[in-house]
């Protein structure tokens, strides 16, 4: 009688244990549904079956304070490689005559998403076509010779280039400390100081531009055109004595295997559209949990000791707040998800999914998977150097890639920030968390 008993209650545990891993494996298949084209891409390119690829076209596409200056120093340090520095921010000074946070460019400050219009689509495809293709005759000179007397850089992020500069006695500093860009562009009817792309008004888009790309330039007033061209006409005498080491980089682009540049100015949408003419393009699409870019931007920012508080425009996504504004930078981040979960094998095939926390936490397992994602078999010794060096180092020089202890500030926000403000945007960011596998608790 007892075995009969035995054997009914056996029999129900067993089956109630079956029903709760079909009900596990229900739920599981369930949450994991939107995160499956991560998890396809992460397996795809961990095998060690990629064949080498001549030459190859890279896009790091990140979001602003996602650490993804690590990801560019991996190519910076590639000897065979040719990096650029966020060639996109200077074709939009091109276009509208200011450098445009790259929030604004996507979403407006309540957190819906802006159109791009087709013809910024097109000056970004065109960029990138240029600097693929080493032709450098069209890219704007703002991409070399900085952007304003307030803000200027140069996208070439070299030591050789800069080596050139310094031996013509020339920095981009003090070369173009002069540039008169402000002085051209800014009137009483297109005042772009700390302008953002929201309010830059149709009538302020470069008249050159317009023309190009076929727009009614109707609304376009005359003192515009006329300044846009009193600059074209000042630009070569600025951009005559940096010529010379403009072709010696150019020549090395020329003969380099790898091309990569970092950008934070465009969407994901954008570079697989631009993907379809450019079959040696490959896309590392740079994830930060959004609890550190918070905390990040709330470091950079010029209240730094102020627990959710930022910095302005620039580094902010639509407000000083960093609750608030963590709304702005996770629909951004939606976006570039849901389209992810949109595309075919083709196209996530040109796609890996880079995790900041992974490249600084496992950093030997991340390197070879993105260089074998890139048809390459071994990473460069001074790669792995360059990325010790700068994970492990200490420097009083203010935001420069120098961590005492990079594996510290992976987490830092779990300390830094209080809990009502990481419980706030673990709210506003659950979706994105647990698309990318981030902890919610």
């Not at 494996?25 to 690829?53: D, M, P, V």
């Amino acid at each position: 009688m007892w075995k009969k008993v035995w054997n009914k209650q056996l029999a129900i545990i067993i089956l109630a244990m079956f029903g709760s891993i079909a009900l596990y494996l229900g739920f599981e298949e369930h949450t994991l549904a939107s995160n499956r084209n991560i998890r396809e891409i992460t397996k795809a390119h961990s095998e060690s079956t990629t064949l080498t690829i001549q030459n190859v076209n890279v896009v790091i596409m990140a979001y602003k304070k996602s650490g993804s200056s690590f990801a560019g120093g991996i190519f910076h340090a590639d000897p065979n490689a040719v990096y650029w520095f966020e060639p996109i921010g200077m074709a939009y000074v091109e276009m509208y005559g200011v450098i445009v946070p790259p929030w604004s460019i996507r979403m407006y400050p309540n957190g819906t998403a802006r159109n791009i219009p087709y013809y910024e689509r097109a000056v970004v495809t065109d960029m990138l076509r240029n600097l693929f293709t080493c032709n450098y005759k069209d890219i704007t000179p703002y991409a070399f010779l900085g952007a304003t007397n307030t803000s200027t850089f140069s996208v070439i992020d070299d030591d050789e280039y800069n080596q050139c500069m310094m031996n013509l006695n020339l920095t981009w500093q003090h070369q173009f400390a002069l540039l008169p860009t402000d002085i051209a562009l800014n009137t009483s009817d297109c005042n772009r100081v700390k302008a953002v792309i929201n309010t830059v008004q149709p009538m302020c888009l470069n008249p050159i531009i317009a023309a190009k790309y076929k727009l009614n330039i109707s609304d376009n007033n005359i003192d515009e055109l006329n300044r846009y061209k009193e600059i074209q006409h000042i630009l070569p005498r600025y951009f005559t004595p940096i010529s010379k080491c403009i072709e010696s980089h150019q020549r090395s682009c020329q003969r380099t295997p790898i091309r990569a540049t970092k950008v934070l100015r465009t969407e994901l949408r954008s570079l697989i559209e631009t993907s379809h003419n450019d079959p040696d393009l490959r896309i590392i699409f740079y994830m930060r949990d959004p609890r550190g870019i918070q905390n990040s931007r709330r470091k950079r920012g010029r209240n730094p000791g102020k627990s959710n508080r930022c910095c302005g425009d620039f580094y902010s996504f639509g407000s000083d707040d960093i609750i608030s504004s963590s709304k702005v930078l996770c629909n951004m981040i939606k976006v570039d998800l849901d389209y992810l979960e949109s595309l075919n094998k083709t196209q996530m095939s040109k796609i890996i999914v880079v995790k900041y926390e992974d490249l600084i936490l496992h950093t030997e397992l991340e390197l070879k998977r993105i260089y074998r994602f890139l048809g390459r078999t071994e990473v460069p010794t001074e790669v792995v150097q360059w990325l010790d060096e700068h994970m492990h180092c200490n420097s009083t020089i203010p935001h420069l890639l120098c961590n005492e202890n990079s594996e510290k500030v992976v987490y830092s926000w779990r300390n830094d920030l209080p809990d009502a403000v990481i419980e706030s945007i673990t709210e506003d960011c659950k979706d994105v968390l647990l698309t990318l596998n981030y902890p919610t608790y």
